[in-house]
């Protein structure tokens, strides 16, 4: 395999710099970014997920439910009834129960 073709390991940081970073740095870096919502971020980095607002630096991490690790896809949500967003998950169950 040519030299320049060879695959790079992948980087591992940890949460402080990877929060102090500019958002190009974070797609160099492989963040996988899952989806967007006015100024909120959902970025995934090494299996953990965080909500980043690139505009003011806040971040906040994501603790999935443990009832399902089939991730179907999540999203944001907005509640106008409370004026505040909601991450949403959803997931399937490869074994579901039936009864008769």
Request: aromatic share 14%; charged share 20%.
């Amino acid at each position: 395999m040519h030299p320049k073709m060879r695959r790079k390991k992948p980087v591992f940081l940890p949460w402080e710099l990877i929060m102090r970073l500019p958002l190009k740095s974070l797609i160099r870096f492989k963040t996988v970014f899952v989806g967007s919502c006015r100024d909120f971020l959902l970025l995934d980095y090494n299996r953990s997920s965080f909500i980043f607002n690139p505009s003011t630096g806040l971040h906040k991490f994501v603790d999935w439910s443990p009832i399902s690790n089939n991730m179907g896809g999540y999203g944001f949500g907005y509640d106008p009834s409370t004026d505040d967003y909601s991450l949403v998950q959803a997931s399937t169950n490869k074994n579901p129960t039936t009864s008769t």
